[in-house]
């Protein structure tokens, strides 16, 4: 049997070390179970992940991604993976549970409730929760790692603490990113960077920029900026309000693959668009909706920036 863990790899098939509890979530990749590690008591997330591929065993790819994720879940605002097991389906194919700390709610359902009970999410939590993310983000970014779907569902959290732990890291590279999950639901078109959608090839850091940027207007808003539903009304969402681009604002843009001629609009008021933003929050944001990926902050830029001063970061 090939190596997939480190020294955390006893056992590396015995799936009876955990008791499947109710399923909470569907990654891109696969299904995830609150799961109760019988030996200790303790609840986990149990990711059970097909193996694209029907070659036996576990390809390398996905074992270097594995130890990616491994690495870069030593930082407090990425979820920790703990473990990885490799077992067999009925089919006598190969595939892997990672295990994963346990959150015990994400910011899609955290946003929803403020939705239907019609308050805001208070400033100062909204500022905390995108502190944690830039930080997390500056810490994958720093090791050249792209997460590229970046979006409420993959930010867990604990309500208690209002810590903020991103997932759906890693594998993402192993597998190339999907057009549709494997359960053929439809991928969320939002938080995706207006390069990517217009066909670049080489894209950055940048793109989950981009994801975060759209991720604070929702948290102050409680709505999507951009809820387009096809990779043109995504498209256009975002030209209505920040103009439709050219090669002044954005260098190159008419020669990217998917470029064509657009509706012309001229931009709108972000302060407008995002009410209950301060200045500086509004400031911060227009840097994350950049067009030209070159001039998007990064997210160790954003974590410096004025709209976090007077949060303790320390503690953070
Ligand atoms: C919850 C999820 C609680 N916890 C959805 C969820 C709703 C409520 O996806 C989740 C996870 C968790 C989760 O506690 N640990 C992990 C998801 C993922 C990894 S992944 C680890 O990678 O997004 O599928």
Redesign the pocket.
Same mark, same amino acid.
């Given at each position: 049997m090939e190596m997939i863990g480190g020294e955390a790899n006893k056992g590396a098939t015995a799936m009876e070390a955990f008791e499947k509890l109710e399923k909470?979530? *569907?990654?891109? !990749?696969?299904k =995830?179970y609150?799961a109760r590690e019988k030996a200790t008591g303790k609840i =986990? +997330?149990l990711?059970k992940t097909r193996l694209h591929e029907d070659e036996e065993g576990v390809p390398p790819t996905t074992l270097r991604e594995v130890s990616i994720l491994r690495m870069l879940s030593r930082d407090p605002h990425i =979820?920790k993976?703990m473990d990885v097991k490799q077992g067999q389906n009925k089919e006598g194919k190969t595939v892997l549970y990672?295990v994963? *700390? !346990?959150? #015990?709610? #994400?910011l /899609? /359902?955290f946003i929803r409730t403020f939705r239907q009970s019609g308050e805001h999410i208070p400033s100062p939590i909204v500022k905390s929760l995108m502190f944690q993310l830039c930080k997390g983000v500056a810490f994958f970014h720093g090791h050249g790692i792209l997460h590229r779907d970046l979006k409420p569902?993959?930010l867990?959290m604990d309500r208690e603490t209002m810590m903020l /732990?991103i +997932? #759906?890291?890693g594998?993402a590279r192993a597998f190339t990113v999907p057009l549709k999950k494997y359960t053929h639901e439809i991928l969320t078109l939002w938080y995706r960077a207006p390069e990517v959608l217009l066909g670049a090839t080489h894209y950055s850091t940048a793109v989950d920029i981009w994801s975060v940027g759209c991720i604070f207007a929702e948290l102050v808003t409680k709505q999507a900026i951009f809820p387009g539903d096809s990779e043109l009304q995504q498209l256009l969402h975002i030209f209505r309000l920040l103009g439709t681009p050219n090669e002044d604002v954005w260098p190159g843009v008419s020669k990217l693959k998917d470029w064509h001629e657009y509706p012309q609009w001229s931009p709108q008021s972000l302060a407008k668009a995002v009410p209950n933003l301060d200045e500086m929050g509004l400031d911060l944001l227009l840097q994350m909706l950049q067009y030209d990926p070159a001039k998007r902050i990064s997210a160790k830029a954003a974590m410096e920036h004025r709209y976090f001063d007077g949060l303790n970061k320390d503690s953070l």
């Open positions: 909470v979530g *569907e990654g891109t !990749y696969g =995830v609150r =986990v +997330a990711k =979820v993976l990672l994963f *700390e !346990y959150m #015990d709610t #994400d /899609k /359902k569902h993959n867990l /732990k +997932a #759906d890291l594998l």
